[in-house]
Each structure stands twice: as structure tokens, then as C-alpha cells.
């Protein structure tokens, strides 16, 4: 059974930093890109970063670039994201998975890949 278990999240305020951990078992980790997606309140599934199966190359959308480092240690089957000068456009259900798409040409699918439950973040004074 494929297991991706976020964890992380919480209330900051604006400014504020976050490190989300995702725990994933079941899969060969180290052979898979993985990548964080987010969903807003009210809005639909949208990419965040994806890191290469190695952790060579990383890719981050236009509106967390430079604020946000993705990351993986494959001897723990771990993926990172390190969130830092958190905005309130930034709250939301953080999911992480092997499902991406490359230059985010088209938007993350539950139904593609393996997911985990997402873990909340809430930035707010």
C-alpha cells in the first residue's frame, strides 16, 4: 500500500516560516519526482514545487519563488518545503505527491499519481 503522510502545517502570521514534512512508503521514493500542491478555500488544486528524483533539479511556481525551498532526503523517504515570508494567499490544504507536470503545463489530479491527505496552513494576524 502506496502512504504519503503530511505533516507541518499550522497558524502564522504573515512573515512567518513553516517547514511541511511528507513521509512516503509503499513506492521506490528515490526513482520518483515528487511535488507539493496546495488548495485554496473555495478554489481548485494548484502546483506549488516539484524536485526531481534525486533532488538535482527543482521547479517552484511564479508566486512562491524565492519564499519557498523544496527538498528530499531520499535515505528517509522524506520530501520537504520550507516556507518562509508566509502570506495570507498562502493558506491552505498542502499536499504532497508523485504525480507533476513539467513546466506546471497542466494542473495537479487527485486521480493521477499518489497523494497524501494534506496537512493545513493558515496565515493570518
Known amino acids: 500500500e502506496v502512504r504519503l503522510v503530511e505533516s507541518g502545517g499550522g497558524l502564522v502570521q504573515p512573515g512567518g516560516s513553516l517547514r511541511l514534512s511528507c513521509v512516503v512508503s509503499?513506492?521506490?521514493?528515490?526513482?520518483?519526482?515528487m511535488s507539493w500542491a496546495r488548495q485554496a478555500p473555495g478554489k481548485g488544486l494548484e502546483w506549488v514545487s516539484y524536485i526531481d528524483h534525486i533532488g538535482s533539479n527543482t521547479y517552484y511556481v511564479e508566486s512562491v519563488k524565492g519564499r519557498f525551498t523544496i527538498s528530499r532526503d531520499n535515505a528517509r523517504n522524506t520530501v520537504y518545503l520550507q516556507m518562509n515570508n508566509l502570506k495570507p494567499e498562502d493558506t491552505g490544504l498542502y499536499y504532497c505527491?508523485?504525480?507533476?507536470?513539467?513546466?506546471?503545463?497542466?494542473?495537479?489530479?487527485?486521480?493521477?499519481?499518489?497523494w497524501g491527505q494534506g496537512t493545513q496552513v493558515t496565515v493570518s494576524p
Open positions: 505527491g508523485n504525480d507533476w507536470s513539467a513546466d506546471f503545463n497542466r494542473p495537479p489530479n487527485f486521480n493521477s499519481g499518489h
Open positions: 509503499g513506492l521506490t521514493f528515490g526513482a520518483n519526482y
